[in-house]
Structures are given as C-alpha cells and as structure tokens.
Nanobody
Framework: QIQLVESGGGLVQTGNSLRLSCVASGRFFSAYSLAWFRQASGKAREFVGG????????SYPEAMKERFRISRDDGKNTVFLDIKNLKLDDTAVYYCSAHLQPSISDEPREYKYWGQGTQVTVSS
C-alpha cells in the first residue's frame, strides 16, 4: 500500500510551463505503474498520461502527446508531470494514481491508490 501526495499546482498564465510532483510513501514504489488524471469542474475525470513500473513505457492520449510529459524518479519515490504551453482548458484538479500492474491503463477504475489532487488554474 502506498500514499500519494501531489504538489506544484497553482495559478499560471497561458503559455507558461508547470511541473507537478507526486511523492509516494510506502514500500515498493518501483513496482507500481503510475498515471496522472485531471478533472475540471463539472466534467469527468480525464486520463492525462501514465508511466509503467519500469519507466520504460509512457502512454498519453493523442491530445496530450505534444504538451504533457511524465517521468519518474524511483530513488525519490516521485513521479512528475510536466506541462508546457498551458492553455485555459488545462484548468483542473490534477490527480496522481497508482496500481500494482506492469501496464498503464487510461481507466480511473483500474487504479487503487489516489492522491488528494492539486489545483491548476490557468489564466489569460
């Protein structure tokens, strides 16, 4: 079992970049595949991207491939989400999630562990 805590959100202007971090406490962090989701007000939770337990595979929805990048540092039990060229539509609560599977899933129900989320607000 692990606990996840996100950080790095805030108020940013369009066109800027942002790095979100998610630190895990608990054992065997390297055994978990990790994903980022986001949820805008009044909308369903949306898959942003994921990284496999080995870090060798990443997966993004087509709409996210150009501006979103996920990486992990197992030595620090941390997964990162880098977002560049922020847009107004990126405004959402961003969640880190984990599951004990080697593969990445884009379905929220596949993930057992979730952080509390970090708010990202993009302004013009």
């Amino acid at each position: 079992q692990i606990q996840l805590v996100e950080s790095g959100g805030g108020l940013v202007q369009t066109g800027n970049s942002l790095r979100l971090s998610c630190v895990a406490s608990g054992r065997f962090f390297s055994a978990y595949s990790l994903a980022w989701f986001r949820q805008a007000s009044g909308k369903a939770r949306e898959f942003v991207g994921g990284i496999s337990w080995s870090g060798g595979t990443t997966s993004y929805p087509e709409a996210m491939k150009e501006r979103f990048r996920i990486s992990r540092d197992d030595g620090k039990n941390t997964v990162f989400l880098d977002i560049k060229n922020l847009k107004l539509d990126d405004t959402a609560v961003y969640y880190c999630s984990a599951h004990l599977q080697p593969s990445i899933s884009d379905e929220p129900r596949e993930y057992k562990y979730w952080g509390q989320g970090t708010q990202v607000t993009v302004s013009s």
